[in-house]
Structures are given as structure tokens and as C-alpha cells.
């Protein structure tokens, strides 16, 4: 009798430790979601400000060119193409912004203001993208995770390769 009662608690514990894992792996798939899903919506608006930039007259017709191509290819990209074009978008506003010349700056500086806004904030949207996809790739590597499919059909998350200094 007391070997099916040592039986019963082992299996309830294993169960409930199934189930805690699960949640927690499912959370950690749901806060990587998250974290794109916001960086995503400043990468957006990052690629609005550059076509408000390009559309004004401040820029001469050639940089305006480059800036709108640039953020028409960021909105646009698939996910595969994703890093690429917002790495295009990022050398695309440094080189007008190395470009204007300080009468340039003043005229447009709540577009300009907005932009360095723009750029603080998904540079902190990355880093938590970033530590979000490592948690959950670090937590699906572990044994249990594997043995029991506790992932089930939810894809891999992955991190894309912004560069910091290009932001």
C-alpha cells in the first residue's frame, strides 16, 4: 500500500513539474513575442520618420532617394531579409545625418529629435529581444525540454543582427 501512495506523490510531482515547465517555457516563447512585436512597431516608425525625413525639403533630391528606398525596404522586408535592410536603413540616415549641416538640423529638429528618440529605444528593444531569445534558447536546451517535446510545434525563436553602432 505504501509503495502505491510512493508511486501516486511521484507521479503527481513528476506531472506538476511537467505542467510548471511547460508554462514557464510557454511565458518565456510569449515574452519573446512580446519583445518583438514592440521592436517591431519602432522599427516601423523608425522607417515613417525616414520617409518623413526624405519627403521634406531639407535634403537634397539624391539623399532623399537613397533614404526613401532604404526605409520603403525596411517596411518591406520578409523576416529572412529583416537585418539587411534595417542595416541599410541605419547607414542610410548616419550618412544624412553626417551630411546636414547645422542650418539643416535646426530646421527640422523635431523630426531629427525624434529619430535619436527612435534610436534609443530600439537599441533597448534589442538588447531585450535579445536577452529574451537567449533565456528561451537556453531554457530548450535542457534535457527535460527535449525528452518530453515540451516546445511542441513552437518554432525556434531567433536574433537578428542589428548593429548597435549602425542604430
Do not use: C
Not at 517555457?25 to 512580446?34: A, G, M, N, S
Not at 521592436?39 to 539624391?62: K, N, T, Y
Not at 535579445?130 to 510545434?153: E, P, Q, S, Y
Request: proline share 2%.
Amino acid at each position: 500500500m505504501k509503495s502505491g501512495l510512493t508511486f501516486g506523490i511521484l507521479l503527481l510531482t513528476s506531472l506538476w513539474y511537467l505542467s510548471f515547465s511547460a508554462t514557464r517555457l510557454d511565458r518565456l516563447h510569449h515574452r519573446v513575442e512580446t519583445s518583438w512585436a514592440n521592436l517591431d512597431g519602432l522599427l516601423q516608425r523608425r522607417a515613417a520618420v525616414a520617409l518623413e525625413i526624405a519627403h521634406s525639403e531639407l535634403i537634397d533630391p539624391a539623399s532623399s532617394l537613397i533614404l526613401t528606398a532604404a526605409a520603403y525596404q525596411a517596411r518591406d522586408a520578409n523576416m529572412r531579409d529583416r537585418s539587411q535592410a534595417e542595416s541599410s536603413l541605419s547607414g542610410a540616415l548616419m550618412l544624412l545625418q553626417n551630411e546636414m549641416s547645422d542650418e539643416t538640423r535646426s530646421a527640422d529638429a523635431a523630426l531629427l529629435k525624434e529619430l535619436s528618440d527612435l534610436t534609443q529605444k530600439i537599441r533597448v528593444g534589442v538588447s531585450i529581444h535579445v536577452d529574451a531569445v537567449t533565456r528561451t534558447r537556453a531554457v530548450r536546451k535542457k534535457l527535460i525540454f527535449k525528452l518530453f517535446r515540451l516546445a511542441g510545434t513552437a518554432p525556434l525563436p531567433i536574433t537578428y543582427e542589428f548593429e548597435d553602432d549602425a542604430l
